[in-house]
């Protein structure tokens, strides 16, 4: 890998840190999309450009997530009587979530990543904010937890970043308070990452040999990525003490907004649809000249 390669991996890894730490947010949203086009650089094959990203990003949340779930048990806020419940919920999900990303062509996960990423920058232009209604723990039953558990550890599977965005708000459903909420959803990504990545590595089928990778995992961009997310995370918390909270989660909404119009304008459903409208407009111009 050449030094300017190393060099964006490591920016990447820097940036996604300061995200998380600055605005609470997991910064798989910012690996996954960063490394697809980074991987562009480095030549890795456009068959498996989102499969390596996803099972990329997996893995480094196994550095992340382990710190980020040591820190908020330290300070009492992991639920861990939830965890039980939903753990092997999640260990499920993912599971099958990695079989059905395997399956499915790079340009369809491109396209489910883009619309997953204009869903949440609405989310938050929107400021939506679920409150939690009481003062005790009030999580639903086994079988209904588990559930809950299966579609966050499903839908991070797929994507391959962590589960918070199904995570928080079903947590703050149970009456947990956000700190609690979040703290608890934290613990969640652990074993996301832990089960995630031996799915990709394990379950890739990847038929298409790349350099440096074990499955869909590139471990040259893991340690470079990882270490330097690690650093970039609390010094983004200690930013967000300065910098004003509303005004970056803003920047951030373009941000997302602008990366999810990237990825879909590259798709193919994307191109059809361009397509059938210039084709549309042709006929509908012919006719009316006519």
Known sequence: MDPLS??????????????????????GMVIVPGLFYLFHLVQIPDEALMHLAAGTSTCIMICTAASSTWSHHTKGHVHWSIFKKIIAGIAVG?????????HL???????????FLLVVSLKIFLDVKPEPQGEEENAPGLPATSAIGMAIGFKSGILGIGGGALSVPFLLYCDLPMKH????????????????????????????????????VYWPAVFLVAPFSMLGAPLGAK???IVPGERLRTVFALFLLSVSFKMLSGTALFAGGMTALNTFQQQFLGSGVS
Do not use: M
């Open 6 to 27: 190393v060099g964006l991996f490591a920016g990447l890894g820097i940036t996604a840190g300061l995200l998380a730490g600055l605005l609470g947010i997991g910064g």
């Open 94 to 102: 993912v599971v099958s979530g990695n079989l059905l990303a395997n």
């Open 105 to 115: 062509d790079s340009s369809w996960l491109e396209l489910v990543f883009g619309i």
């Open 181 to 216: 909420a979040t703290g608890t959803s934290a613990s969640f990504t652990l074993p996301i990452a832990l089960v995630g990545t031996a799915s990709f590595i394990l379950l890739s089928g990847s038929h298409t040999v790349i350099p440096g990778a074990t499955g869909y």
């Open 239 to 241: 930013l967000s003490q």
